[in-house]
Every structure is written in structure tokens, then in C-alpha cells.
């Protein structure tokens, strides 16, 4: 039975990503759009997924939710009240305590909620984590930067509250970290740095440990305008290990062990069909509270600061 997929939200990624990707996975197709200012041809077009769902309801099994994290909550619910599948981009939502209540409401419905990581199948990543599941690891340091200008033209709403700033990429980093690291990780230390007059950071730089005191680093940045770096080193007692890219490549001591094609949202749409068969849910919020801490200790650190002065 294929399934029959609404996108909510066609900007960016939706036009980048979700909507090539749909048409590259058995199982799924894609029937309608919600979107405020845009459209595709052949496609029937609602202004919002409330519209789309009066209107064409019983023609659409699943939604998938493309719109900035603030606002997403309530579409969400719509869809899931709905009996409608529903699939999040990164980040679920715009703070982590919201997501229960749409756990709670999918089980009952019987209909799958997935929070995506999109990174998470980049091609390196499983290897990745197959290799430090048997290593020793000594530390881990993350460098995840780039240009805002490039990547997100235009777009005010990552500077505002729940739109995350730097930590929009940067929690794709963290979604990495989080697969493929053995054990879990928490904050020590958050400085971040704010444009003038922006409720996000431009940029970040974190200290994590884990329960054997192992130092994680974490520097992001959207100033860099020399070319992207995303890459995450971890050295271990076994070899220094390497995902650039983004997680497309691996390197072990700097010899390249995988180098795939982009398949990460092909991934998805696969992992989601195979969830709605059975009406499973896949809601993993590690990456969005390691963001939320971040937002926490520095803003802690930015009093502390200031009253020292």
C-alpha cells in the first residue's frame, strides 16, 4: 500500500530534499501541499494543513512538516488528531517539553510520530559507529561551520525564539554525536554569541563529558565564509577517526574508508514508511536537549558575567 504523503511547508528543504527524495522511495508519493506562498504544478494546494485536512482529508495518510520549528506543535497536533502519520524535520519543535504531548496523542491514534535527524543517514555515520563501539575513546571535537548568508538567505526566522541560530546546523552535528558516540554525553560549558539585536547565537562553543570523564568540544559557527567545515574527530586508542562532510565521508588516519552520494533524505522516507506499516513511533529529542542546555548554561554564563563586572 503506498503511502500517501502530504508536504506542509515548501520552502528550502521541502523544494530541496523532501520533495526529490519522495519521488525516489517505493512506498510513498506525494499528493498534496500546505504552504503559505508556494505551490507545485499538478499538486493540489491548501494554505495550511488545517485546510488541507478539511479538504482532502481522507485522500492523505501522512504529513510532513516542513515549517519552522516555532508554530510546529500545533500542526502537528492537527495531523495527528487527524489519524494522519506524521513526520517532523529537524528540529522537532521549538522546545523539548512540547514533544510529549505529541507522543502521547500518536499512541493513542495508533499512528506514527517520527522526529527526524537527517544527518543521521549520512553515509559514514553507522560505520562510524560501528568502529568506536570497540574503541577507546580519548576525545571527540566537532567543527561545524559555515556561511548563514548561503545557507539561509533571507530567512528571519532562525533568529528568533526557537529558531536556534547557529544551533539549526549545529544540532545536525549533535545528532552525529549522539549515534555514534558508546556512551551519553552532557554539558559542561556553553559560551554563545549573539548578533546585535537576535534572540539566537551566530555562534557557540561547548564542552561536553560523558561518565568517564571523556572531553567532547563543539565549535559553531555561521561566520565562516571560507567554505563549509563540517567535520567531527574522534581520537581513539585505536586510530583517530573522521567524519567529514557533513558524515558523507570516513577517514581513519586520514585514509578514507567511506565516501557514498547524499542519500540522507531517501533514508528517511524509507525509515518512515517502514514505521507507518506497523504505526511505530521514532522520537529521539537527545540532539534538541543538548541545544536546550546550551541555551541554558550560556545564558547562565552571560549573568554571571555581567554581574561580575
Not at 549522539?178 to 548578533?195: E, G, H
Amino acid at each position: 500500500m503506498t503511502l500517501r504523503t502530504a508536504i506542509v511547508g515548501l520552502g528550502k528543504i521541502a523544494r530541496d530534499q523532501h520533495v526529490p527524495s519522495i519521488a525516489k522511495v517505493e512506498g510513498v508519493d506525494l499528493v498534496a501541499i500546505a504552504s503559505r506562498n508556494a505551490s507545485l504544478d499538478g499538486l493540489p494546494s491548501f494554505a495550511d494543513v488545517n485546510e488541507l485536512l478539511a479538504a482532502v482529508g481522507g485522500e492523505v495518510d501522512a504529513v510532513s512538516l516542513c515549517t519552522p520549528p516555532q508554530g510546529r506543535h500545533a500542526q502537528a497536533e492537527a495531523a495527528l488528531r487527524a489519524g494522519k502519520h506524521v513526520m517532523l524535520e529537524k528540529p522537532p519543535g521549538a522546545t523539548v517539553s512540547e514533544i510529549a504531548p505529541l507522543v502521547s496523542l500518536a499512541k493513542e491514534k495508533g499512528v506514527t510520530l517520527f522526529a527526524t535527524w537527517h544527518s543521521r543517514y549520512a553515509s559514514a555515520v553507522e560505520p562510524a559507529r560501528a568502529f568506536l563501539a570497540d574503541a577507546g575513546i580519548r576525545s571527540v571535537h566537532v567543527e561545524w561551520k559555515e556561511n548563514v548568508r548561503k545557507w539561509h538567505p533571507n530567512q528571519d526566522w532562525i533568529w528568533q525564539p526557537g529558531g536556534l541560530g547557529v544551533f539549526d546546523p549545529g544540532i545536525n552535528a549533535l545528532s552525529i554525536v549522539t549515534a555514534i558516540l558508546p556512551r551519553p554525553i552532557f554539558l559542561l560549558r556553553s559560551d554563545l554569541f549573539f548578533p546585535e539585536n537576535r534572540a539566537a547565537p551566530i555562534a557557540a562553543d561547548l564542552e561536553f563529558t560523558d561518565a568517564l570523564g571523556t572531553p567532547v568540544r563543539a565549535e559553531f559557527d555561521w561566520r565562516e565564509t571560507g567554505g563549509e567545515t563540517w567535520s567531527i574527530h574522534v581520537e581513539t586508542d585505536m586510530g583517530k577517526l573522521s567524519l567529514r562532510e557533513g558524515g558523507k565521508k570516513l577517514f581513519i588516519d586520514d585514509v578514507l574508508s567511506v565516501d557514498e552520494p547524499d542519500q540522507e533524505y531517501v533514508g528517511l522516507y524509507r525509515r518512515f514508511v517502514e514505521l507507518t506499516k506497523t504505526g511505530s513511533l521514532d522520537v529521539d529529542l537527545s540532539p534538541l536537549q543538548h541545544v536546550a542546555d546550551a541555551f541554558l548554561l550560556g545564558r547562565r554564563r552571560a549573568v554571571e558575567a555581567f554581574i561580575e563586572e
